[in-house]
């Protein structure tokens, strides 16, 4: 059974900062691209970003870009968010996913797996 489980939201005010964690199992993590999307409420669930198999390539939202930073651990089973200068517009429930695709997807119908989410919340 796949589980991706999220781990390091919280409560933070803006221009802060904050890791996000997803630890993977019951696959094989060496093989899938993973990426963070995100959920503000009343708003649909959008790409925030993603990184390929071998963490060879990373891409990102325009909204983050520069400013926050994926990576992972394949020896960990694990992908990271490091979220510098965090904004209000920031906060939503944080997912990490995981995809089979040749090219590492920004839409999430195109994932294959779900954690349960992660709640970042930066006030101003």
């Known amino acids: 059974q796949v589980q991706l489980v999220e781990s390091g939201g919280g409560l933070v005010q803006a221009g802060g900062s904050l890791r996000l964690s997803c630890a993977a199992s019951?696959?094989?993590?060496?093989?899938?691209?993973m990426g963070w999307f995100r959920q503000a409420p009343g708003r649909e669930r959008e790409f925030v970003a993603t990184?390929?198999?071998?963490?060879?390539?990373?891409y990102y939202a325009d909204s983050v870009k520069g400013r926050f930073t994926i990576s992972r651990d394949n020896a960990k089973n694990t992908v990271y968010l490091e979220m510098n200068r965090l904004k209000p517009e920031d906060t939503a429930l944080y997912y990490c996913?995981?995809?089979?695709?040749?090219?590492?997807?920004?839409?999430?119908?195109?994932?294959?797996?779900w954690g349960q989410g992660t709640q970042v919340t930066v006030s101003s």
């Open positions: 990184i390929s198999a071998t963490g060879s390539r990373r």
């Open positions: 996913a995981a995809d089979l695709g040749l090219v590492p997807s920004r839409l999430p119908h195109e994932n294959d797996y």
């Open positions: 019951g696959l094989t993590f060496n093989r899938y691209n």
